[in-house]
């Protein structure tokens, strides 16, 4: 099974080589167990937050359970570590396929927390920058959209991580269609960047799918109103 080891559950505090909690991906989508790593470890040499991942044998009271790969949390540590703050607010995407960024009212509960989860300041999430966001990148004209959307979004970033994720073909995150991001908007600002998350079908996703080379990796970038 995918684990969590939650260092502080019945410890407020207590936490292992600095760390709070972390993952433990079975690996269930990725046949070389490599994927996760090779692809973290680009995001972070390209400047990109990214959280930290190591593989590692597994043992349970003694006994071998098998080999995982082990993930740093997405929380206040990890934003602290990549950001020097972790006092903004922290989304994490929930996927649903027939969403790409369009605009869907003013009301700021229509982005939150349907899709952009809260993972801090949960009882007080405050989307409405999101709102405004998605407002403006489907409504601003192109000859003012870079001025309009920079005070929400750096595009030279989000087109850095559209790069990445082109390079290592990239199956299931925001290129190839809408999943497998956080959203961290920063503190006292309306700026947020793209963490990303679970990179276990990229390489052109799971080698058990036959027509995986025949599957364009843009096909549905054109339906991402950001994209």
Known sequence: PALRVDFNHFQDGQEFLGLGSLGLDNNGQDASML?????MALFARMGLPATRE???RLYVNGQYVGLYTLIESADKAFL???FGENDGYLY???WNGAYHFEY???NPALYSPYYFEPKTHESNPKPAPIEE???ILNTA???SFSSAISPYLDLKL???HLAIEDFMAEMDGILSGMNNFYFYRFEKKNLSQFIPKDKDLTFGGQATDQNRWATPLMANASRNALI
């Open 35 to 39: 994927k996760e790593r090779v692809v």
């Open 133 to 135: 966001m998605i407002r």
């Open 80 to 82: 602290k570590r990549v």
């Open 158 to 160: 989000f087109m850095k």
């Open 92 to 94: 994490e995407y929930q």
């Open 104 to 106: 869907l009212g003013s």
């Open 141 to 143: 004209p192109d000859s």
């Open 54 to 56: 190591v593989s590692s």
